[in-house]
């Protein structure tokens, strides 16, 4: 177990390392992140490379037995590189180009650009590959977050776009087909007459749309295997990753972690809504390749560029810290060691402040390093072993992000809604996409499966025959691959494993909404958003629309397929519809839960080694409890607790319980 920060050297005096050095040691860290906007200082001249001064610091640093993750400095190319290339500067979708003085301002497709990161990482990796102290390597910075995100309409990227077509379709016959070029006359008779679907104009072809969002992803993809090739035969045992930003849907995320070595991402409770959506990021880490990860950015402090955030209160940096670390992180590292003073970045807390005294924040981090010191052999060896999943393709987001179909209708906000009903017994559950494997779940949720493939179709298919229970939702197998609607009956290809097809669909929004009655019990919820109306065709009916026109029909439907199940959830509901499903499917699985929590209260396990730990997280400003069903050994004050447990406004206990 690590405990870490984001240093930035290069900002400081050097005679101010040593104190820094001290400081961490004693609050703990045993590990910083370097050189990550650092390019001018490793090399003020084109060719002329300066690791001397970075040599510096990390001797200072193994005086203290502080340990290095190296960053390739990527994502601020300096003002010799745009004076240089004045064409690297990205052109944004309304044909401005995108100003220096910031970061992340480059196109990801400068051939020039791509080689002198290449010459860079290669360099770095030559120098630090073997030394120790370095741990692994983070390629460039959050990758797509920045005003432009991912894409940028420069005449090299739009001739490469063309290019990408030409190959992912051979023929412009063969792309008017998959897009559908017949409506408004849109066919392409030659490959010059493709555009980037670029701003103002919001309705263009949306299958155009979904290509573009691929290419423009595949090509960071492209940028990050420069880098990683060359560290690759430099750096022996360090591993390399890049740092992701959790619900971030304008890359690939699991094409983007495929091909690294161990997945980090960057977590601020605060730019989210509620913690639920902190956990559901951490899932969605953890999912990428079914393991532990690195958080690489932990908040510590205020957030802000130009405005400010509110404070961390009393509490809750120790509190995000357990959150992380009871959902897999095996390392995490705040972001940063000490605020700015100059640049974007001054609002930007970290553990100092500006004037680099140790003050509560400080002290906090150093608490909660030494707690987690005490437990990291309990720890080591464990992981989450979940028992449900949501499934999710980022295909998906781009689709519904472009025609949502409904006011609001978000992938991650439908997924948030069976999240809740998830945390809320605690049952662990992952964010996984195609590449996982899907044997290890017992439930798997398909929140707004709108874009299938037929391999995505047949796994979600043999998961069921081989006993688990699938979940889909509204809208589910609506279109094709090439973002086309599909000409069969829907759910398309998920027709027969639902059992069921979708006779009609309603739009609700607003202040109407619709009742759903389940069949057994007769309860009713209020419905809402994009509402299908069923036709079972072998599939059993477990709730009914109980209002407007389709009051009576079918609205959501279960279907035995193998020696599992196959629920189709039509519309979307209130949170009681979701407590009260969830509590069936886990039933129908055997899989454990807990009384139900109270809101703001978590209780997140990570096992292995014949260990069971149990960590009980208070989100809330006043005291809450929580009832967990078992006994066990609070780690962290050696009582004994339980069943009911007591946690102080923003409290942690950390359980040792009974692994059956």
Avoid at 154 to 159: A, L, W
Avoid at 270 to 289: C, E, P, Q, W
Avoid at 326 to 351: K, L, M, N
Wanted: hydrophobic content about 40%; charged content about 25%.
């Amino acid at each position: 177990m690590l405990i870490g920060a984001a240093y930035y050297p290069e900002h400081w005096p050097k005679d101010r390392w040593s104190e820094d050095a001290r400081l961490m040691e004693e609050a703990g860290l045993g590990v910083v992140r370097l050189a990550e906007f650092a390019w001018h200082r490793l090399e003020p001249k084109e060719g002329q490379y300066d690791f001397a001064w970075l040599d510096e610091v990390m001797e200072v640093l193994a005086s203290r037995g502080i340990r290095v993750v190296m960053c390739t400095p990527s994502a601020a190319p300096t003002a010799r590189h745009i004076a240089r290339w004045p064409d690297l500067l990205p052109v944004l979708a309304d044909g401005r180009r995108y100003p220096f003085g910031i970061r992340r301002h480059y196109c990801f497709r400068h051939a020039g650009y791509r080689d002198a990161c290449r010459r860079m990482a290669d360099a770095m990796a030559r120098h630090f590959g073997r030394n120790k102290q370095v741990l692994g390597w983070q390629i460039d910075n959050e990758f797509g977050g920045i005003d432009f995100g991912a894409m940028c309409y420069c005449p090299r990227c739009v001739q490469q776009w063309r290019d990408w077509l030409r190959g992912r379709y051979g023929t412009l016959d063969a792309l008017n087909e998959a897009w559908g070029t017949a409506f408004w006359s849109q066919e392409y008779s030659e490959w010059d007459q493709i555009v980037a679907p670029a701003e103002p104009v919001k309705h263009q072809n949306p299958s155009l749309y979904l290509d573009w969002r691929r290419f423009t992803s595949e090509g960071i993809l492209e940028f990050q295997q420069i880098q990683t090739d060359a560290l690759r035969p430099h750096v022996g045992r360090q591993w390399i990753a890049t740092n992701l930003m959790g619900l971030f849907v304008e890359l690939d995320y699991h094409a983007l972690a495929a091909p690294l070595d161990l997945v980090g991402w960057d977590c601020y409770p605060l730019l989210m809504k509620t913690y639920s959506d902190v956990t559901i990021s951490h899932a969605a880490a953890r999912g990428l390749k079914q393991k532990n990860f690195w958080v690489f950015e932990q908040q510590s402090g205020p957030h802000g560029w130009n405005t400010m955030s509110r404070a961390a209160r009393p509490g809750e940096i120790r509190l995000w810290t357990y959150q992380s670390v009871a959902c897999g992180a095996d390392a995490v590292e705040y972001f940063r060691w000490r605020v700015a003073t100059s640049g974007t970045e001054q609002y930007w807390h970290g553990i100092l402040d500006h004037d680099a005294r140790p003050g509560r924040r400080y002290e906090e981090v150093k608490r909660t390093a030494g707690e987690l010191a005490r437990l990291a052999d309990a720890i080591a060896g464990t992981e989450v072993r979940a028992a449900a999943a949501l499934w999710h393709l980022y295909d998906a987001h781009w689709v519904i992000g472009f025609q949502p179909g409904c006011p609001g209708m978000d992938l991650w906000q439908e997924a948030a809604r069976f999240e809740r009903a998830l945390g809320r017994r605690g049952v662990m559950y992952d964010v996984v996409g195609p590449p996982a494997d899907l044997a290890r779940y017992r439930i798997l949720i398909c929140p707004h499966a709108v874009i299938l493939s037929p391999e995505h179709a047949r796994a979600l298919g043999a998961f069921a025959e081989a006993g688990g229970t699938l979940v889909l939702t509204a809208r589910s197998g609506e279109r094709t691959w090439s973002n086309r609607i599909v000409q069969t009956p829907r759910p398309g290809l998920l027709a027969d494993l639902a059992g069921c097809r979708v006779a009609e669909y309603d739009m609700v929004a607003g202040e109407r909404c619709v009742r759903l009655r389940m069949t057994d019990t007769g309860r009713q919820y209020d419905a809402f958003g994009w509402c299908d109306i069923l036709e079972v065709e072998g599939a059993d009916v477990v709730a009914t629309y109980a209002a407007d026109f389709y009051a009576g029909r079918p609205a959501a439907t279960v279907h035995a397929v193998g020696k599992g199940r196959a629920y189709y959830i039509g519309a979307s509901a209130e949170d009681a519809f979701y407590a009260d499903l969830i509590g069936r499917l886990c039933e129908e699985q055997g899989v454990p839960m807990l009384g139900p929590l109270a809101t703001g209260v978590e209780a997140l396990e990570r096992r292995g080694r014949g260990r069971r730990l149990l960590f009980l997280l208070n989100h809330n400003a006043d005291p809450a409890s929580a009832d967990v069903g078992v006994q066990g050994k609070d780690l962290l004050s050696g009582a004994r607790l339980g069943p009911r447990v007591n946690l102080e406004p923003h409290g942690v206990r950390v359980l040792e319980a009974p692994t059956a």
